[in-house]
């Protein structure tokens, strides 16, 4: 799969800031969540900051999972690390351990995978007004395409549709959209994004100011501004609002949207403002105002989220260490782990923009995990298996595990099959990355034990 995550097109990008964001910026969500056909309340974990100089420290008011598992609030606990490759020491040191807000756990059974013409359809007659008809898009991205040639293509409503194609007009609320699957020979993902058919017009006040053009993102242009220079209260024509709605009302209208559309077993993980941009020709913002909402989803269990980090940086798996002492990098080490996320970017008066990749689908219902295995146990599985992960490691000297959590991972059972199960996550993470992106990771099932590997498929290897 010679293929990167980040070929992606412009268009592409574009849609992606309108519906993704800064992730320093956004709030984090804590919020009533989509689950099957059911409400349930997701927050992101028990906050179990303490004391790290104490091997382990527990708090008695602590209930749920981490009272019944003996998870400590704060731990400091050398790890041995015989015949573990160039290791020369290893510990757990979290001032926190992450922990499901919650008094059990589950698995739960998804599909995943190539997203065929039958998935496709489905997809397209669920998000398309089904009144005004899904239809082929015979246009590339980059052409011009006036409203005639648009308004024929809509005339031919009840038309057959070649569901294997990857572009698709229809519209959303009377407003006309562009749907179009991504093609795998330039991207690494399955999904789909969708986009207004017509960008918005600019106004008359900015065009007078330079603006040729409108678009939507979440990223505050405050700081675009801030950085080339500029003064923002220069350019900044409304510090509300103007969608009307409040943080709690975009929320409501974004699990609205994804609860019409079919896509459950999602919860909500961040949510920032929209901003309605005017720039030049030369990408210089003369306008700027707030207008709706862009909140982002993850694949989830009983509404707690999955754990779905990225692998580049791990260095058992891509040899990072190496690789900046030698100055060579080997692209054929990088796997590249499918994640299961949608984001969506509305004003006060339509949608503005949608991406998705990897949707799973449902295969039964939530089971109960059974009896999960304690803190102790887990700490004493990840000394077991140490020797096994670590073979042959030829990378940095010394490992500490300073993210830890109890959590949702999904591992691969099939073809296009897959199970999202209990694991304890022991992670190391530097200063430089999002707690996404580990430099070390260890999984141990909170089943049995036993390790659970982060390549769940070799095919995703870069060479594959």
Not at 158 to 183: H, M, N, P, R, T
Request: glycine letters at 8%; hydrophobic letters at 30%.
């Amino acid at each position: 799969m010679r293929k990167r995550r980040w070929m992606i097109c412009a268009a592409l990008v574009c849609l992606a800031m309108a519906c993704g964001g800064c992730a320093d910026k956004k709030k984090e969500a804590n919020t009533a969540v989509i689950e099957g056909d059911d409400i349930k309340e997701y927050s992101s974990g028990t906050d179990t900051s303490g004391d790290t100089e104490k091997d382990a420290d527990y708090d008695d008011s602590v209930g749920g999972l981490a009272r019944t598992l003996s998870i400590p609030t704060s731990v400091s606990v050398d790890i041995p690390v015989e015949n573990c490759g160039t290791l020369e020491s290893a510990s757990i040191k979290a001032s926190e351990i992450k922990t499901p807000d919650a008094d059990k756990m589950y698995t739960k059974k998804f599909t995943m995978g190539s997203i065929g013409a039958e998935d496709r359809e489905t997809i397209l007659k669920s998000i398309f007004d089904e009144e005004d008809g899904v239809f082929e898009y015979p246009y590339d991205m980059k052409d011009s395409v006036t409203q005639e040639q648009r308004d024929e293509l809509f005339a031919h409503r009840g038309a057959d549709v070649d569901y294997s194609k990857d572009y698709f007009i229809g519209k959303i609320d009377g407003v006309e959209y562009i749907l179009y699957f991504y093609d795998l020979s330039w991207i690494s993902d399955e999904g789909f994004s969708i986009q207004l058919a017509v960008t918005d017009p600019v106004p008359e006040d900015m065009a007078d100011k330079g603006a040729t053009f409108t678009e939507y993102t979440s990223w505050d242009p405050a700081e675009l501004i801030t950085a080339n220079e500029g003064n923002p209260s220069d350019v900044q024509t409304d510090e509300s609002n103007m969608s009307g709605m409040d943080e709690d009302a975009g929320m409501v209208k974004a699990l609205d949207y994804m609860d019409k559309w079919g896509f459950n077993d999602v919860v909500p993980t961040s949510q920032s403002e929209l901003y309605r941009q005017y720039s030049d020709e030369y990408g210089e913002v003369v306008g700027y105002e707030k207008d709706g909402y862009s909140v982002t989803f993850q694949a989830s269990v009983n509404g707690q989220p999955l754990y779905q980090p990225d692998a580049f940086g791990i260095d058992t798996i891509s040899n990072q260490k190496n690789a900046e002492d030698s100055g060579s990098f080997s692209a054929e080490k990088y796997y590249y782990t499918e994640q299961s996320t949608y984001s969506i970017a509305f004003t006060g008066e339509k949608l503005t923009g949608f991406t998705c990749t990897w949707p799973m689908k449902s295969a039964g219902d939530i089971q109960d995990a059974g009896t999960l295995i304690t803190w102790d146990s887990a700490v004493t599985s990840l000394k077991g298996v140490m020797e096994s992960h670590f073979a042959d490691y030829t990378g940095y000297n010394s490992v500490e595990f300073n993210d830890v959590r109890l959590t949702y991972f999904r591992i691969k059972t099939g073809n296009g099959e897959y199970e999202a199960i209990p694991v304890y996550s022991f992670a190391q993470l530097d200063s430089d990355h999002s707690d996404t992106y580990p430099i070390q990771l260890v999984l141990i099932d909170a089943r049995d034990g036993s390790e659970v590997s982060m390549v769940q498929d070799e095919a995703r290897f870069l060479n594959k």
